[in-house]
């Protein structure tokens, strides 16, 4: 069995993270979700610490997939949204420049690139009618925003992809 993994990131002081699995034949299922402070520290820290995401993912394999564990062909690709700076922004945040050179430096050619505008594809709505829309309090952070535009750009993936089963799974 093939399983593709997708690590979502909406960088900045404060990094959304979203982790979904999906096969030929399963939608997509967002396994995890996480917002990481202290901007580029903080994110090069955790992107250590969970092995690069391969922890999440090899914890998740144990426990979704145990008759088959040692045999599954799983792999992870990356998603993350494109830093914009706005003309409106006289002194812009650079902080998700620098995540993006980790980004870069760590995943190579991997990484499927997406603008900010990617996000309406899919809505809040959508988060909230599934169930997935999550709080700061949930997140134990001032909002959830980081980690809902992680999982945004995750489902807007899938739906560029045209991923058959997310398409029928999701659709309304």
Not at 29 to 50: H, N, Q, R
Not at 156 to 171: C, D, G, Q, T
Request: charged content about 25%.
């Amino acid at each position: 069995m093939s399983v593709d993994y997708y690590m979502a990131i909406d960088p900045g002081k404060a990094t959304g993270i979203a982790i979904g699995r999906m096969t030929e034949e399963l939608p997509m299922d967002v396994i995890y979700k996480a917002i990481i402070p202290e901007g580029t520290v903080g994110f090069s820290e955790w992107l250590w610490k969970m092995r690069y995401g391969r922890a999440i993912i090899e914890e998740d394999c144990l426990n979704n997939f145990p008759d088959s564990y040692l045999t599954l062909d799983w792999h992870l690709d990356e998603v993350c949204e494109n830093f914009r700076v706005l003309s409106t922004d006289f002194k812009p945040n650079v902080e998700p420049l620098r995540i993006e050179g980790i980004i870069i430096d760590r995943f190579g050619k991997s990484v499927h690139w997406q603008q900010p505008s990617d996000k309406k594809m899919i809505g809040d709505d959508f988060l909230k009618e599934q169930g997935l829309w999550t709080t700061g309090k949930k997140m134990g952070h001032t909002d959830g925003r980081d980690a809902n535009d992680a999982m945004l750009h995750l489902f807007a993936y899938a739906l560029k992809s045209k991923h058959e089963p997310s398409l029928r799974a999701y659709s309304n």
